[in-house]
C-alpha cells in the first residue's frame, strides 16, 4: 500500500526555518511537545471565537449590546477553560499565574468584541440581522496535493463581495511580516479549491487591532517557492540532515525549547 504523502503545514515550514532540528523531532520523529501556557491560551481564545458565531443572538439589543456580548463571552471563556482543565492542570501553574492568564486572556477577547461592535454599527437592521451579514466561515481545513500543503483557516469573511482570510493571533507582537507566508498560504489554497484569489488576508491581533493586506501574486508566488524549498529540504529521514540552529530560542529567561533536553544544543 502506497505511504500517504505528507503534507507540509505553515507551523511545520515556520519550525523548519526556526530549526531543522526541532522541525525533525516534531515532524519526523512526531515526539509530542508538552504542552505551554501560550499554546493552550491560544487555543482556547480560538475556540471561544469559533464557538461564539453559533450562539442565538435574538435577545441581544442593540443599545445593551456590549455589556450582553461581555458577559457571554465571559461566560464562554469560563467554560472553555474548565474544558481544557487537564492541560492547564499539566502546566503546574502556581494559582495567582492561571488567574493572570485567564484575565489577559478575557481582555483579549472585550478587545475583539469591542472592534466587532464597531462593524455591527456600520450595518442596517436588527442585532441578529447584523449579526448574520458578519459570521465567518470557520476553522476551514484545506488541503492540496499539489502543492503539499495543507492549513486551517480560522475565519473566511465576506465583506461586501470580497473574500477575506483572517487569522487570530494572541502574540504581544503586531507586525504582519512574520505572519505572511502562513496568509500567503491560506491563499494558495482558497484560490486553488474555489477558483477566486480572496480579496484581502488578516490577522485579528486581539491584543491590538486587526491588520489586512491585498492579495496578489507576488503573494502566491511566494508562498509557493517556499513550500516548494521545504519540501525539498525535508525528505530525509536521518537526523544528520537536520541541522541544530542554536539562538536564544533555544533557552531564555521564562523557558527553554521543549525539545532542549533531547537536543543539548550547545554539545
Keep these: 500500500m502506497e505511504k500517504k504523502r505528507r503534507l507540509l503545514s505553515p507551523s511545520s515550514i515556520k519550525c523548519y526555518k526556526q530549526c531543522p532540528r526541532k522541525y525533525y523531532y516534531s515532524y519526523i520523529l512526531g515526539i509530542q511537545a508538552p504542552p505551554n ?8 481564545a480560538h475556540s471561544v471565537l469559533e464557538n461564539f458565531f453559533d450562539k442565538d443572538m435574538n435577545g441581544i439589543r442593540l443599545e445593551t449590546a456590549e455589556a450582553q456580548l461581555k458577559i457571554l463571552i465571559q461566560e464562554m471563556l469560563v467554560g472553555e477553560w474548565e474544558n481544557y482543565k487537564e492541560k492547564l492542570e499539566l502546566l503546574k501553574l502556581e494559582k495567582d499565574k492561571e488567574i493572570f492568564y485567564f484575565e489577559e486572556t478575557l481582555m483579549m477577547l472585550f478587545n475583539w468584541t469591542e472592534q466587532f461592535l464597531e462593524k455591527i454599527n456600520l450595518l442596517s437592521g436588527n442585532f441578529a440581522e447584523r449579526f448574520k451579514i458578519l459570521t465567518p466561515i ?29 487569522d487570530y493571533k494572541t502574540s504581544k507582537k503586531f507586525g504582519m511580516a512574520e505572519h505572511l507566508l502562513q496568509l500567503g498560504i491560506y491563499s494558495l489554497l482558497y484560490f486553488e479549491k474555489h477558483g477566486v484569489l480572496p480579496k484581502k488576508v488578516g490577522v485579528y491581533f486581539l491584543k491590538d487591532k486587526e491588520k489586512v493586506k491585498n492579495v496578489d501574486e507576488e503573494l502566491l508566488e511566494m508562498a509557493k517557492k517556499e513550500i516548494k524549498k521545504t519540501a525539498e529540504l525535508v525528505k530525509s529521514r536521518s537526523i544528520e540532515d537536520y541541522r541544530k540552529s542554536v539562538s536564544g530560542l533555544c533557552k531564555y529567561s521564562t523557558g527553554k525549547c521543549e525539545f532542549y533536553d533531547i537536543c543539548k544544543p550547545h554539545n
Excluded at 501556557?37 to 482556547?44: C, P, Q, S, T
Design 37 to 44: 501556557i501560550h499554546l493552550v491560551r491560544g487555543n482556547i
Design 138 to 166: 470557520r476553522e476551514q481545513l484545506y488541503e492540496s496535493e499539489t502543492h503539499g500543503v495543507k492549513g486551517f483557516i480560522d475565519a473566511i469573511e465576506n465583506r461586501d463581495g470580497h473574500i477575506y482570510l483572517m
